[in-house]
């Protein structure tokens, strides 16, 4: 059993070709892409003060 959780979201077709074009220019996966900047998002918010 993986320690995963599957989400799904809806997002406007231009973002998503956006996205999409960003991900293959830097050699990962659309997927490998959104999970990277969900990660910078919670560092940044982890150094916030609430």
Known sequence: MTNKKRIGIAVPMELYEELKDAAGY???????????????????KGREVV
Do not use: A, C, D
């Not at 830097?26 to 940044?44: D, F, H, P």
């Open 26 to 44: 830097s050699g990962q996966t659309l997927n490998g892409l959104l999970l990277q900047i969900l990660w910078k998002w919670r560092e940044k």
